[in-house]
């Protein structure tokens, strides 16, 4: 054999031997259905979570309704050929009897109720330290008048006599310049109590009660609210506020 025919078949071979057989692949193609459906049951499963949630945590039942619909609206936007696609933008009830519709609609309502809540909590909050910022005001007061306190300048001005008429009967508050209330019921004098200004408003305070009068800008007192026997203040309605004219 000759030398140039020996090169030859040697650089064939070589070549044969470095050449990879093709690999076979076995990946499974998933269809837009099957996609569409498993995130379909991660769907429900958080549809169910929120539920279950409604009554005992608003927030995390918002959150998870908020969850399934992103998983929802990626059916939609992105499987538009799948069945589920199809159901959902049809308005089609899917969820346990609620449709994707009725489910943006629950977390909006699930939005009020928790801003609602919120903004109880807060009037709430306000009131209470209201009350209390009023209770340590009072407390200053109770401590400065054992004391031997003068009336302020505001007080000046309100020291005075003050009548309302319900019905038949008279009654009349009598605010002196010593710190002193006096109440009569058709001329007969029924309470001596004491009387301060606090935070605009006339405290008239007894042994076992304080009741609160609103000034007017007439001059005029309007009582508004009562403390008894150590309770919470409690206002008197609206319709039944009795205004107490000043006649000197």
Same mark, same amino acid.
């Given at each position: 054999?000759?030398?140039?025919?020996?090169?030859?078949?040697?650089?064939?071979?070589?070549?044969?031997?470095?050449?990879?057989?093709?690999?076979?692949?076995?990946?499974?193609?998933?269809?837009?259905?099957?996609?569409?459906?498993?995130?379909?049951?991660?769907?429900?499963?958080?549809?169910?979570?929120?539920?279950?949630?409604?009554?005992?945590?608003?927030?995390?039942?918002?959150?998870?309704?908020?969850?399934?619909?992103?998983?929802?609206?990626?059916?939609?936007?992105?499987?538009?050929?799948?069945?589920?696609?199809?159901?959902?933008?049809?308005?089609?009830?899917?969820?346990?009897?609620?449709?994707?519709?009725?489910?943006?609609?629950?977390?909006? *309502?699930?939005? @009020? #109720? !928790? $801003? =609602?809540?919120?903004?109880?909590?807060?009037?709430?909050?306000?009131? &209470? %330290?209201?009350?209390?910022?009023?209770? *340590?005001?009072? @407390? #200053? !007061? $109770? =401590?400065?008048?054992?004391?031997?306190?003068?009336?302020?300048?505001? &007080? %000046?001005?309100?020291?005075?006599?003050? *009548?309302?008429?319900?019905?038949?009967?008279?009654?009349?508050?009598?605010?002196?310049?010593?710190?002193?209330?006096?109440?009569?019921?058709?001329?007969?004098?029924?309470?001596?109590?004491?009387?301060?200004?606090?935070?605009?408003?006339?405290?008239?305070?007894?042994?076992?009660?304080?009741?609160?009068?609103?000034?007017?800008?007439?001059?005029?007192?309007?009582?508004?609210?009562?403390?008894?026997?150590?309770?919470?203040?409690?206002?008197?309605?609206?319709?039944?506020?009795?205004?107490?004219?000043?006649?000197?």
């Amino acid at each position: 054999m000759k030398p140039a025919f020996i090169a030859l078949l040697a650089l064939v071979v070589a070549a044969g031997c470095g050449k990879k057989e093709p690999e076979l692949r076995s990946e499974k193609v998933i269809t837009p259905d099957e996609a569409a459906n498993e995130l379909f049951v991660e769907a429900i499963e958080l549809v169910s979570k929120a539920k279950s949630e409604e009554n005992t945590n608003i927030p995390a039942a918002i959150k998870s309704y908020e969850e399934a619909l992103v998983k929802v609206r990626k059916i939609v936007n992105e499987y538009k050929k799948s069945d589920l696609a199809v159901k959902l933008v049809s308005g089609e009830t899917l969820f346990t009897g609620k449709s994707m519709k009725e489910i943006e609609e629950k977390v909006s *309502e699930l939005t @009020r #109720r !928790a $801003e =609602a809540k919120r903004q109880a909590e807060a009037a709430k909050r306000q009131a &209470e %330290e209201e009350m209390r910022q009023a209770e *340590e005001e009072m @407390r #200053r !007061a $109770e =401590a400065a008048e054992a004391k031997g306190r003068k009336l302020t300048a505001e &007080e %000046e001005k309100i020291v005075g006599t003050y *009548e309302v008429k319900i019905g038949e009967d008279t009654g009349k508050l009598v605010l002196l310049e010593n710190g002193k209330a006096k109440g009569f019921s058709n001329g007969d004098q029924v309470v001596t109590d004491k009387w301060k200004v606090i935070r605009k408003e006339v405290h008239v305070i007894g042994g076992s009660y304080t009741v609160f009068y609103r000034i007017e800008k007439s001059g005029d007192l309007t009582r508004i609210a009562q403390i008894t026997r150590g309770m919470k203040r409690t206002a008197v309605p609206k319709d039944k506020q009795p205004t107490f004219k000043r006649i000197n």
